[in-house]
């Protein structure tokens, strides 16, 4: 079993930034992989950005890249994905889901996930 938890949500303007925080509970130590997905009103749930175990695999969706970054402190425990130069269409609930079965990959698609965070909600107003 594991819990996930995320927080940092809220209202931004766009040009401005936000960092996610997603704090990972489990009864057993294992490795796992990290991802943060989101859903925008009306549409589907959609990958954002993945990292694996030991950080050395890190994969971003096209829309985000270049502008957010997900890093991880497997120490200190808590995810973080830090949004920069956000826009309108970044507005969606944001989601961190972990994978515990291939902790060396950096997975992309939701059916990869094991367990995940109940979301935390960013608006970016224009």
């Known amino acids: 079993q594991m819990r996930l938890v995320e927080s940092g949500g809220g209202l931004v303007q766009a040009g401005g930034s936000l960092r996610l925080s997603c704090a990972a509970s489990?009864?057993?130590?294992?490795?796992?992989?990290l991802g943060w997905f989101r859903q925008a009103p009306g549409k589907e749930r959609e990958f954002v950005a993945a990292?694996?175990?030991?950080?050395?695999?890190?994969v971003y969706a096209d829309a985000v890249k270049g502008r957010f970054t997900i890093s991880r402190d497997n120490a200190k425990n808590p995810l973080q994905l830090t949004m920069n130069n956000l826009k309108p269409d970044d507005t969606a609930v944001y989601y961190c889901?972990?994978?515990?079965?291939?902790?060396?990959?950096?997975?992309?698609?939701?059916?990869?996930?094991?367990?995940w965070g109940q979301g935390t909600q960013v608006t970016v107003s224009s």
């Open positions: 489990t009864l057993t130590a294992r490795p796992y992989t």
């Open positions: 889901a972990a994978d515990i079965h291939r902790p060396w990959v950096a997975a992309v698609t939701m059916d990869e996930y094991d367990y």
């Open positions: 990292i694996n175990w030991s950080g050395s695999s890190i």
